[in-house]
Antibody, heavy 122, light 110 residues
Framework: QVQLQQSGPGLVKPSQTLSLTCAIS??????????WNWIRQSPSRGLEWLGR?????????DYAVSVKSRITINPDTSKNQFSLQLNSVTPEDTAVYYC????????????WGQGTLVTVSS | QSVLTQPPSASGTPGQRVTISCSGS????????VNWYQQLPGTAPKLLIY???QRPSGVPDRFSGSKSGTSASLAISGLQSEDEADYYC???????????FGGGTKLTVL
């Protein structure tokens, strides 16, 4: 049974970098049959897909246009986890952040992390 | 403003059938499959329907999905009080090269 466990700070100062980690159990971040996504949700922006990383003989990333200049999603094979870094944050980046597993066969977000409320404030 | 358009609210009485629509364009729903998520208050979204009309294991067959052209629908039959939640459609968008969501529909069971 695949589970995702998120960790990271709940408060980030404006202009700094938001960093979250999603630890995977029951699957491998290097799996050829899954992709690993980050999504966020706020009252003003609703559900917003941020990006994903996946391995298909080599590593690939896809990022949302809205955050492409500020986002990095990295796999960590040694710890079987993946991370989100969002640079130069503003209060607009305040949201609940989720990681999620996307099985290739479903092309949908089947397993979700528990969510992390990140507040951007000084 | 969400890329996919859903009605903000829907309602029905127990036992009724309700449908929730999701409208997109040729670059998303028109060329890719649609997924539906259910979100109960304070919890992460849960996958309800994938690839237009497939149910993950454990999802009751009261939930069904369909797609036609650039629109999709989620139908819930035999409405129950526990179905009161927010429902979101989602798809891949080839123009944006990314995932897109609808704005969500709040379903109230009267």
């Amino acid at each position: 049974q695949v589970q995702l466990q998120q960790s990271g700070p709940g408060l980030v100062k404006p202009s700094q970098t938001l960093s979250l980690t999603c630890a995977i159990s029951g699957d491998s971040v290097s799996s050829n049959s899954a992709a690993w996504n980050w999504i966020r949700q706020s009252p003003s922006r609703g559900l917003e897909w941020l990006g994903r990383t996946y391995y298909r003989s080599k590593w690939y990333n896809d990022y949302a246009v809205s955050v492409k200049s500020r986002i990095t999603i990295n796999p960590d094979t040694s710890k079987n986890q993946f991370s989100l870094q969002l640079n130069s944050v503003t209060p607009e980046d305040t949201a609940v952040y989720y990681c999620a597993r996307e099985p290739r066969i479903a092309a949908a977000l089947l397993i979700w992390g528990q969510g992390t409320l990140v507040t951007v404030s000084s | 403003q969400s890329v996919l358009t859903q009605p903000p609210s829907a309602s029905g009485t127990p036992g009724q059938r309700v449908t929730i629509s999701c409208s997109g364009s040729s670059s998303n729903i028109g060329s890719n499959t649609v997924n539906w998520y259910q979100q109960l208050p304070g919890t992460a979204p849960k996958l309800l329907i994938y690839r237009n009309n497939q149910r993950p294991s454990g999802v009751p067959d009261r939930f069904s999905g369909s797609k036609s052209g650039t629109s999709a629908s989620l139908a819930i039959s035999g409405l129950q009080s526990e179905d009161e939640a927010d429902y979101y459609c989602a798809a891949w968008d080839d123009s944006l090269n990314g995932g897109v969501f609808g704005g969500g529909t709040k379903l109230t069971v009267l």
